[in-house]
Each structure stands twice: as C-alpha cells, then as structure tokens.
C-alpha cells in the first residue's frame, strides 16, 4: 500500500498495455502510475480513505477506452458491417472487450489493445472471435519475424516521401461509390535504377505499409476494403527481377493477405503486358481462390476499367478528354493530399508506436496448443 497524500491509498500494481489519452503522462515507477491513475480516478482531493486493487483500476481503464471511443462509420458502411460482418452495435463494445480480455491472458502476445485497433481484426472476420484472434497472431508473428520492416517507420520522414513523390503507390482521396477506398499500384513507373543508388525494396515495403495503415484507421475503409487498380505501364523484366523477385513475392503475399485487416473487394490490372502477365499468373497462384476470383483484367484501355471502377475517383491523367464529372485532380496533387494524411501527428505517433519494438509475439512463451476458450460467434436466435 502506498499513501498519495489525498486520503486515498492504494496497491502497488504493474500496469501494462493501456495507450490511450488517459495514461499519456505514465512514467516508469510502480508509485508514479499509480498516482497517474488516483488522478484520473479522483480528479478531486479525496476525503474518505477507500483501497483500489488491481482489478478495480483495470476496469476503471477498460471504461476509459470504451468511453474514449466513438464510432465513425457513416450510414452505407454501417448497414454493410451489419449485414456482412455481423455486427451489431450493441455488441460491439462487449465483442471487443472479450477479444482484449483474451490478450490480457497471453503473456506471449502483446499489442495495443485500444477500440479501433481491435475492431480491425474482428471486423475483418466477421465477428469471429477465434477468427480475430488467429488473424491478430498472425499479423504480430509477421511483423515480429520482419521487424527491420516495421522497425522506427516515420510516416514524416524524407525517406518516405521520397517514395511518396515517384507516384508508384497513390492512395485517391475519399471513397468510391460502395465505400471502398481506391489504391493505385503504378510499379512500372520506378526508375529501376533508382534501386541501386537510392531506395531497396524494404524501403519501397515501408512506404506502402505507411499508405495502407493510413487507409486502415479509418472504421469505413475496415468495412468496405479496397477497390485497387494495377497499371502495368513499363512494368518490365527488370521490374519483376529487381523489385519483386520470387521471395520478395511470397513475403509480400503472406504479409498483405494472410496476416493483415484489409478486405480487397476489387482488383483491377490494365495495361498488362507479356512480362506482367507472366509475373501476375505466378502472383495468383499464391493467393486463395477468393481472391483470385476478385481480378478483373482490362486489356489495354481503360473503357472497360471505368465500367468497374468511378471515374470520379481516377487522376486526371486517367480520364478521356471529355470527362465532365468530379476530379480528384492529377497525380502530383492527389500525391500531396496523400502526404499531408500521412504527416498528421495521431498517424506519425502510431506508426512508431507500432515500430517501437514493444509489441508482438515471443514463440518461447507461446503455448504449443493454443486454443482459445470462447471461440464462437454469438448467436442471434
């Protein structure tokens, strides 16, 4: 027990894993969290001696971050998480407190545990708490393997928007019409040269996990995924050999759909030619039936690709000369709203928290048989 100098005492206690506004002023001593947390609990001098455990500061917490929390989806993306991730408002908050409830068990896995970032997981199985939970170990389990990738990532930083300004990964403003937000891979544009005297491909893997994260913090883009178009101009052998290569491939498969929260919906590929179809071919075969099932091949004009995907959510450069619809204006601008996303302090702090190398998962600790206690989905009868 130890005295605060406002009547109140309270257990010593290890505090670990919150991140939120109200433990921003946290220090390192057992004795100063805990006085943090007398503070936000009784922001008045307290009259009456009372003990606070453990457990009553932890549920204090748990309150905080649900109440810090306020959901942003708009009214098309939260009839599409009702009808095809099941969720349901009034379980929400009690889904996400059973899956962080979970993780506080595990001493093997750590994460942040606040609202948004645990609704990605369930949200991107459906609701499923065994689901979330495989999809959550898998994600730390990559970036923990990979973690020179992830290590320190600034969204700010030169580096980053040295990558940003070749245009090769533009990520459009807003949503297409069905929500979606709408990437667009333009690889072949890299000066491969630039590869040698200046980026490598984990720089390259750095900027898109950047862009990606970005799209991933907002609630409708977790519902709706993502609508991408791959232009395959000048995309050559020395593209596919220097950029990719075939392990850079099967790394990059298994990070993006196997152990990341992003629903692709829609992938369109124009302009693609005998060395993009041959690299594209060995690409699919690494990927599920599910996803394979969601390319859309365009030839070389893009007449069928506005059939597939808005106009309005196309550069300039993308659209006929008598387009009359909104813009989004060219490359170079839809690149300086995309940098101005990245640079925004809330995204910087929370990519360099997840770089920090205080998260993911210790294989030492982790139980060989792993299997979760609540494991089903609740059902509405």
């Not at 009214?75 to 095809?84: D, G, L, V, Y």
């Not at 999809?135 to 940003?164: A, C, G, M, Q």
Request: glycine share 6%.
């Amino acid at each position: 027990m130890c005295s605060l100098g406002s009547g109140a005492f309270i257990h010593k206690a290890e505090l670990y894993g919150y991140h939120s506004k109200y433990t921003s002023a946290f220090t390192k001593t057992i004795d100063e969290k805990v006085e943090c947390v007398v503070a936000y609990l009784f922001p008045t001098p307290c009259t009456v001696s009372i003990a606070v455990d453990r457990c009553t500061i932890h549920n204090h917490y748990i309150r905080a971050k649900m109440q810090d929390y306020k959901c942003t989806l708009n009214e098309q993306s939260a009839e599409k998480a009702s009808a095809e991730l099941n969720e349901d408002p009034k379980e929400r908050t009690g889904a996400v407190q059973t899956l962080r409830g979970w993780i506080e068990q595990q001493s093997w896995l750590k994460t942040p545990t606040d609202t948004n970032f645990l609704l990605q997981f369930l949200r991107a199985r459906k609701f499923s708490q065994l689901g979330a939970r495989d999809l959550l170990t898998n994600y730390w389990t990559v970036r923990t393997k990979h973690f020179e990738l992830y290590k320190d990532l600034d969204p700010s930083s030169s580096k980053i928007h040295e990558i940003l300004d070749l245009g090769i990964i533009v990520m459009m403003p807003g949503y297409d019409s069905q929500g979606r937000k709408v990437i667009i891979d333009r690889m072949g544009y890299l000066d491969v040269s630039l590869m040698k005297s200046k980026f490598t491909v984990n720089d390259i893997f750095r900027a898109a996990t950047c862009i990606m994260d970005c799209c991933m913090l907002d609630e409708n883009v977790q519902v709706n995924g993502f609508c991408i178009l791959l232009d395959q101009t000048h995309f050559s052998h020395r593209h596919a050999e220097t950029v990719y290569g075939i392990d850079n491939t099967k790394r990059a498969v298994k990070m993006w759909m196997n152990s990341y929260t992003a629903r692709h919906k829609q992938i369109n590929v124009y302009n693609m030619g005998p060395v993009s179809e041959a690299f594209l071919n060995v690409v699919r075969m690494l990927m599920t039936e599910k996803i394979r099932n969601r390319f859309y091949f365009h030839g070389h004009s893009l007449v069928t690709v506005y059939d597939t995907m808005d106009m309005g959510c196309l550069p300039d450069e993308y659209l006929p000369d008598d387009y009359t619809g909104p813009r989004v204006g060219n490359v170079k601008h839809v690149i300086s709203t995309m940098k101005e996303a990245l640079n925004k302090p809330e995204f910087v702090q929370r990519m360099l928290d997840i770089g920090s190398g205080k998260y993911g998962v210790d294989q030492s600790l982790k139980p060989k048989c792993d299997e979760p206690a609540e494991s089903f989905r609740k059902l509405n009868i």
